[in-house]
């Protein structure tokens, strides 16, 4: 018989398990009968589905059985089997549903966190084993065949006589040795424990009890089949419920914070959900799918059920169970269902609910999570016209100009000054660069706060909400700033005085702006780009950046500084030289537009500019 090799990856993962790498041994168990189960499961569903197939609820089962004399270990199942082709799909490599994540990571991690990471389940039998051998039979097929490996240096695969449709796995437990008791990590347990009725039962309870389908020792089911959702949430641990979402393969990383919900009103249901620490890869992507998984009383009918996730918390993760939900309804009509929405609603309360309390209780949690799911909740408040401000607005953090830290609405609105009508934000690409902004000069001279805004999507969400708290949202470069009731009337207004200047300006810019006028935002700057009406300059960039749209302008205002030397300058030319103040004129719009991080339309014509000013 032809013995085929792992592939590559597989080889080095079952290396890493055959020097165990995992410190709790006993987890294979676990590992072996989930597949089980999982296999069971298909089967179930096929059932639920399929018309000509019956199902009897007795038929389905895990057994495990002992042969202590001959060190074997057998954990059989009734499930969906595998062909010839499935085993060696799914037994010859690592399994499908961790494969891709693990070819990425491989490179880049090493031993310990990548197995606690992924879901090698069948591999870590090897931990126990020397010696693995699995017949199966695929449901609906009259053959079966026997899949056989003593480890790295490959597996075997040939047909048998036909065994009822399901799956064994026959493990020879290794033998003890001095070595091997050094090496193990795992308390005080010797691999021939794993051939003791007692401690496979204990290993059960400890991590199986849930499963749906009898686990069955000796003729005894040792389960209680009550699934943790069920479970009074007294007798689970943090850990439990971590261990939960890992096995569901919710995600890699550590959530910030899980919620066990189990409801008794008008529905009944239970829920857990989590608030993962770390955006999935493919978050902002067409192929993520949001939803929670669904199950009508314990039976899984829907994997990714997106109605009870509003988009802006599609990040949570978790499980919905309930009594009240009929089996076989349609997943057209249970868009509809009524009990699915008001489960949807309260699910919604609850995030909203645990997110604020996270806010409150742990900032600096809340700021990991915020870093990694801030943006789907600003997309929240902007989405559907701000339909969904209520759920968000209290859970958006900005960075504070003042605080030097984020900040929320809340805690803004609270140190307002007296008189201050606005939210003042400014929109820029980076921290740094915003605190140079030339339009922020006058607020920031009188100790006024200000959002500073990097992300993309901020100015729209700001713009949709309109208001917090009943303060208006305003940009630093918008045309009123409502600086007057703030800081008292400005000095002597000088714009009478200029009119001809700015109105020549003007002239010599033509429609590349909107209008020109003296500043009253600027002290140590002559000169800045502010907008008029709803589209700011930032939106601008933003939107054109946008492909495949029609481009966008912003009503763009040359705002200069008339107490500046500059503007000196620029009066004389006004009165003495005409050539020389379309020059100054053209030199400060084009450094207004520099400043914006705008391109200039022509930059050998600036550089011309500059350089005629310096010959
Ligand atoms: P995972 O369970 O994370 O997919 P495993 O390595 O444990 O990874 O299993 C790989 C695949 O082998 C499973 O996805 C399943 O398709 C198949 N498999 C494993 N055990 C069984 C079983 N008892 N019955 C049917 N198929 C199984």
């Known amino acids: 018989m032809e013995k085929k090799q792992f592939q590559a990856e597989s080889k080095r993962l079952l290396e890493m398990m055959i020097h165990s790498i995992y410190t709790k041994h006993e987890i294979f168990l676990r590992e072996l009968i989930s597949n089980a189960s999982d296999a069971i499961d298909k089967l179930y569903y096929k059932a639920l589905t399929d018309e000509s197939m019956t199902f009897h609820a007795d038929d389905y089962f895990i057994e495990i059985s002992i042969d202590e004399p001959n060190r074997l270990l057998t954990i059989r199942d009734t499930g969906i089997g595998m062909t010839k082709q499935e085993m060696e799909d799914n037994l010859g490599v690592i399994a499908q549903s961790g494969s891709l994540a693990f070819k990425k990571q491989v490179a880049q991690q090493e031993g310990h966190a990548l197995i606690g990471q992924f879901g090698v389940g069948f591999y870590s039998a090897f931990m126990v084993a020397d010696e693995i051998t699995v017949v199966s039979q695929a449901y609906g097929t009259d053959v079966a065949h026997r899949w056989h490996s003593t480890g790295a240096d490959g597996y075997t695969i040939e047909p048998v006589d036909a065994v009822g449709v399901g799956t ?29 009725a007692g401690r496979i039962k204990h290993i059960v309870r400890k991590y199986s009890d849930f499963i749906r389908y009898p686990i069955k020792l000796d003729g005894e089911t040792i389960n209680t089949m009550v699934p943790i959702w069920r479970k009074n949430k007294s007798e689970l641990t943090d850990d439990t419920y971590m261990q939960f979402y890992k096995d569901k393969h919710y995600g890699h990383d550590v959530p910030v914070r899980y919620v066990h919900v189990q409801a008794d009103g008008a529905v009944r249901y239970q829920a857990i959900l989590y608030i993962p620490s770390e955006t999935p890869f493919n978050y902002f992507t067409k192929d993520f799918e949001r939803g929670l998984e669904l199950y009508a009383s314990g039976v899984l009918i829907m994997e990714k059920c997106a109605t009870l996730l509003p988009e802006h918390f599609g990040f949570v993760k978790g499980m919905v169970d309930s009594e009240d939900l009929s089996l076989n309804i349609s997943r057209e009509m249970l868009q509809h269902d009524r009990q699915l929405l008001v489960i949807a609603r309260n699910i919604k309360n609850k995030i909203k609910s645990n997110l604020e309390s996270l806010l409150k209780d742990d900032r600096e949690k809340y700021e990991q999570f915020f870093k990694a799911f801030g943006r789907p909740l600003k997309f929240g408040a902007y989405n559907e016209f701000g339909a969904h401000k209520a759920d968000v607005q209290d859970l958006l953090l900005f960075y504070s100009s003042t605080e ?15 008189g201050q009508k606005y939210i003042y934000y400014a929109t820029g690409s980076s921290h740094d660069r915003i605190a140079k902004m030339p339009q922020i000069e006058a607020l920031r001279e009188k100790g006024i706060e200000m959002v500073y805004l990097t992300d993309d999507v901020d100015e729209f969400a700001l713009k949709m909400m309109r208001s917090y708290a009943d303060k208006e949202f305003r940009s630093i470069s918008s045309g009123d700033l409502g600086l007057d009731e703030l800081l ?6 000088p714009e009478q005085q200029h009119d001809d200047v700015f109105d020549a300006v003007k002239k010599v810019l033509g429609d590349a702006v909107h209008s020109v006028r003296p500043s009253q935002r600027l002290r140590a700057h002559p000169v800045c780009l502010t907008s008029e009406g709803e589209l700011t300059i930032e939106m601008e960039k933003v939107l054109n950046n946008v492909p495949n749209r029609a481009p966008v302008e912003a009503k763009k205002v040359l705002e200069v500084n008339v107490q500046h030397d500059v503007f000196r300058a620029l009066k004389q030319a006004f009165d003495a030289d005409e050539a020389k103040f379309a020059l100054y004129a053209r030199l400060l719009y084009q450094q207004a537009l520099l400043i914006e991080g705008l391109p200039l339309e022509d930059p050998v014509a600036f550089s011309n500019d500059v350089c005629l000013v310096m010959t």
């Open 488 to 493: 008292g009337a400005q000095q002597d207004t």
């Open 404 to 418: 030097s830290k984020l900040v929320t609405l809340a805690e803004y609105v609270e140190r307002m000054r007296e």
């Open 168 to 196: 064994s796995v026959t493990l020879k437990i290794r033998l003890d040795t001095y070595e091997t008791a050094v090496e193990q990590k795992d308390e005080s347990l010797a691999y021939e424990d794993y051939l003791h």
